[in-house]
């Protein structure tokens, strides 16, 4: 089983449309996670990150965590054009592991104008 | 501004000619680590750092070497490159309940 799965996509959303994106993982010890977006060629860039269960909002962006499910989400709202890129989740264990952040391999992510 | 800064940018180099891709970080962050992007594969460890001097293998780290001689400096070593390790590195920097701050970047052919 992978550590952590995204859909690849691409998740293809209008512009001012909500973009829902998905990440589950299948370690319980997981206590920290992140959301990255990446444009192509570009580094990664942290967005939001978030370690209690439930919402946490940061402007048109809305990360949700179920520690239960072992299930992550990252919500964009009124999306635009310039949120075109690869979003990436990333999973942390924490504790003796803290150094170890583990990434999905990605959602690409078209906003349509 | 705080960053991590990579160099070079861009190398092409010949299989079995030894490299060193510099990384450095102006946040005094305790963990540092070296990643490579690959399509289709997603950004996978090579090695990381949770302090000075003490280093650790990731999930890839076949035919790379690193030191962490000082807490703001993390180089990859490539003793003898090979074409399977042309790939987009990347070096980053976190502290203690961070994220990872990335570098911009090294893009490596081995021909």
């Known amino acids: 089983q992978k550590e952590v799965e995204q859909n690849s996509g691409p998740l293809s959303v209008p512009e001012g449309a909500i973009a829902s994106l998905n990440c589950t993982y299948s370690?319980?010890?997981?206590?920290?996670f992140f959301w990255y977006r990446q444009y192509s060629g570009k580094s990664p860039e942290l967005i939001m990150f978030?370690?209690?269960?439930g919402d946490k909002e940061d402007g048109r962006f809305t990360a949700q965590l179920n520690k239960a499910s072992q299930y992550v989400s990252l919500l964009i709202r009124d999306s635009q054009p310039s949120d075109s890129a690869t979003y990436l989740c990333?999973?942390?264990?924490?504790?003796?592991?803290?150094?170890?952040?583990?990434f999905g391999k990605g959602t690409l992510l078209t906003v349509n104008p | 501004e705080a960053q991590v800064t990579q160099n070079p940018r861009y190398l092409i180099t010949v299989t079995g000619k030894k490299l060193t891709v510099t990384c450095s970080q102006n946040m005094n962050h305790e963990y540092m680590s070296w990643y490579r992007q690959d399509p289709g594969l997603g950004l996978r460890q090579i090695y990381y750092s949770m302090n000075v001097e003490v280093t650790d293998k990731g999930d890839v780290p076949e035919g790379y070497k690193v030191s962490r001689k000082e807490k703001r400096n993390f180089p990859l070593i490539l003793e003898s490159p090979s074409p399977n390790q042309t790939s987009l590195y990347f070096c980053?920097?976190?502290?203690?309940?961070?994220?990872?701050?990335f570098g911009s970047g090294t893009r490596l052919t081995v021909v």
């Open positions: 980053a920097s976190s502290s203690w309940v961070g994220g990872y701050t």
């Open positions: 978030i370690y209690s269960n």
């Open positions: 990333a999973v942390k264990r924490g504790g003796g592991s803290n150094y170890k952040l583990t």
């Open positions: 370690d319980r010890g997981s206590q920290s």
